[in-house]
């Protein structure tokens, strides 16, 4: 038993208001402690941005380039990003476990490249993303696609379980090859998503009336990488995507695909956290490439 303290408290400051301010992710005021402190793992709270690092793509398409070895392709890069997007056989075999920003977690999946990618089902459980500490799970949601009820019935289950547990649900608007990329898709599926539930939006940019898609999501937007660019097209569309309200880019291919992948994900890093130009940040990446490739300060 600690010692009794018989001294009287004094100090009240009884007219001091205690101060409640908001949570500074869009959207997600009135969730619970946990939830915020794993988006906060997630999100940078002194931008509200997030750089996520996406190498989930063998779950169904193998050992693609560039993802041949993660220990020595991808390793050497997450000490540069606000948060990883991975499998639950990547995080355990080749991340080291004294990363300490957020693990969002790939818990979707079933079919392969070779057969329709909407046909998926939940592929991990609650309490193994609770045993690896994950800030949220990811799942793709094929609106317009052959399984979307499916898929939209994936998302919902995960969101119910993860709310149960303070786990944020990652919504992944999966766009199949006969599906127009417009805005008015982008709304549609971002905002079904949200509306049923999900924390936050991964979607694809688009030129026109990105904005919009956006706006109409009450939640927030991370934008996908896609397909390899050139590094300064990658940056023009982070940039685009940020100064039109997404709330950050989940790259993959643009970074780990680069000529200088640890000078790519510091140029995206200064267009989402710093606001730099396209031009500034992709005269930084070649700083970067040709003197050494690190300016940051983790």
């Known amino acids: 038993m600690a010692d009794a303290d018989a001294s009287e408290a004094k100090h009240y400051a009884a007219d001091v208001p205690m101060r409640s301010e908001p949570f500074f992710l869009k959207g997600s005021n009135n969730l619970d402690w946990g939830m915020k402190n794993r988006l906060a793992a997630i999100f940078n709270p002194s931008s509200g941005r997030t750089v996520m690092l996406a190498f989930d793509h063998g779950y169904f398409l193998g050992p693609t380039s560039g993802l041949e070895r993660v220990d020595l392709n991808i390793v050497p890069l997450i000490r540069y990003a606000d948060t990883l997007m991975l499998t639950r056989g990547i995080l355990r075999t080749s991340i080291p476990p004294t990363y300490s920003r957020g693990i969002v977690l790939r818990a979707s999946g079933g079919p392969s490249i070779l057969k329709e990618l909407s046909n998926e089902e939940i592929a991990v459980s609650i ?104 590094e300064s097209e990658a940056l023009q569309l982070a940039h685009n995507a940020i100064q039109q309200g997404a709330a950050g880019v989940d790259m993959g291919r643009n970074i780990f695909q680069s000529e200088a992948p640890v000078a790519m994900i510091q140029a995206v890093r200064s267009v989402v956290h710093e606001n730099l130009s396209p031009n500034e940040a992709y005269d930084l990446y070649l700083e970067l490439k040709e003197g050494g490739e690190d300016s940051f300060d983790s």
């Open 127 to 230: 309490d193994e993303a609770i045993r690896l500490n994950v800030a949220a799970m990811a799942v793709q949601v094929f609106i317009g696609g052959e399984y979307e009820t499916r898929s939209v019935h994936n998302m919902t289950r995960l969101v119910d379980m993860g709310n149960r547990h303070g786990i944020a649900t990652l919504a992944v608007t999966a766009v199949g090859k006969d599906m127009v990329r417009d805005a008015k898709y982008m709304r549609l599926a971002t905002r079904m998503c949200a509306e049923l539930g999900a924390t936050y939006v991964k979607t694809y940019y688009v030129e026109q009336g990105f904005e919009t898609v956006t706006a109409a999501c009450p939640v927030p937007i991370v934008i996908a990488g896609g397909k390899k660019l050139p």
